[in-house]
């Protein structure tokens, strides 16, 4: 089974300010790995996903996260957040044989201030 | 496309009642996802479906949580009866494979608080 661990449950950043939460999985299989944003209010969205390739990955609104399989991490990156970034973002894990559902981390609640 | 439609968005209910919540995913989508989100927590899968069969129910409490998917598209959970402790937000997602690196798409949930 694959579990990951969020480093961070509150992240406060000013407007305009870079911004990086950590994510750390555990598997002994190889994995498949997600972040997902949940705006107030609302149902949670893919922000990215690395499946395999290139281990910098880019996403939607500025988002970019990197695979590091030595460190077993996949820490996500905006250099320059914006008030609507305002959200709670979740990292996730999947197997990529034979157990393909997500497993999610607790969250990391950012809050971006003026 | 529409998304992913549940209902109700809120309910307020007494321990030991029942409740049922509705999922309708997006059309042609086989895979369907209910997850539990506890305050705090990040989602919990209860129970996959793939078309109307069950893929993995395993963390699903099965003395008192029963789901099902007739017809292989829409889907209702059941929580009869409730406890304190299922005071959650139960989120429905749905994907067009069967899970292969492929995108979940979530509806915006059902809050369910117990007294």
């Known amino acids: 089974a694959q579990s990951v661990t969020q480093l961070d449950s509150q992240v406060p950043v000013f407007e305009e300010a870079p911004v990086e939460l950590r994510c750390n999985y555990s598997s002994s299989v190889s994995v498949y790995l997600f972040w997902y944003v949940q705006y107030p209010n609302q149902g949670l969205q893919l922000l990215l996903k690395y499946l395999s390739g290139s281990t910098l990955v880019k996403g939607i609104n500025g988002f970019e996260a990197e695979f590091n399989k030595s460190q077993t991490s996949f820490h996500l990156r905006k250099p320059s957040v914006h008030i609507s970034d305002t959200a709670e973002y979740f990292c996730?894990?999947?197997?990529?044989?034979?157990?393909?559902?997500?497993?999610f981390g607790a969250g990391t609640t950012v809050t971006v201030r003026a | 496309e529409a998304g992913v439609a549940q209902s109700p968005r809120y309910k307020i209910i007494e321990k030991r009642q029942s409740v049922a919540f509705w999922c309708n995913p997006i059309?042609?989508?086989?895979?369907l996802y209910w997850y539990q989100q506890i305050l705090g927590q990040g989602p919990k899968l209860l129970i996959q479906f793939q078309n109307n069969g069950v893929v993995d129910d395993s963390q699903l409490p099965k003395d008192r949580f029963s789901a099902e998917r007739l017809k292989g598209v829409d889907s209702t959970l059941k929580i009869q009866p409730a406890k304190l402790e299922d005071s959650a937000v139960y989120l429905c997602?749905?994907?067009?494979?069967?899970?292969?690196?492929?995108?979940?798409?979530f509806g915006e949930g059902s809050r369910l608080t117990v007294l």
């Open positions: 059309s042609g989508h086989a895979t």
């Open positions: 997602a749905s994907s067009s494979r069967s899970g292969v690196g492929g995108e979940l798409f």
């Open positions: 996730a894990v999947s197997g990529t044989f034979n157990d393909y559902k997500l497993s």
